[in-house]
Nanobody, 122 residues
């Protein structure tokens, strides 16, 4: 089974920006739709960005649309999430994930990164 290695995250004041990155093995990356999820204490894990295998299909929920941008570099087998105009409610543990199915459901993704904390202070 492939692995995903995450980097980035950290703490920032409201209105600031952070960038998350995720790298995968070529075998994992080439077969997969990719996604970023987040989870905060007491809440379910939710998708904040989906990107299709070829990068031509992208989805954001309304909560982050216009502020978050997902991109993948298939040559470098890397995935990125640029987060701008961050809000305190964006505070969560963020995960990258890979799966064969384009889905908002965490259970459809079979490979996960280790998670990165994002904390936004007001």
């Amino acid at each position: 089974q492939g692995q995903l290695a995450q980097s980035g995250g950290g703490s920032v004041q409201a209105g600031g920006s952070l960038r998350l990155s995720c790298t995968a093995s070529a075998s994992t990356f080439s077969l997969a739709s990719m996604a970023w999820f987040r989870q905060s204490p007491g809440k379910q894990r939710e998708a904040v960005a989906l990107i299709s295998k070829e990068g031509d299909g992208i989805y954001y929920p309304d909560s982050v649309k216009g502020r978050f941008t997902v991109a993948r570099d298939n040559a470098k087998t890397s995935l990125h999430l640029q987060m701008n105009n961050l809000k305190p409610e964006d505070t969560a543990l963020y995960y990258c994930a890979a799966g064969r199915v384009w889905s908002l459901l965490p259970r459809e993704y079979t490979v996960w990164g280790q998670g990165a904390q994002v904390t936004v202070s007001s």
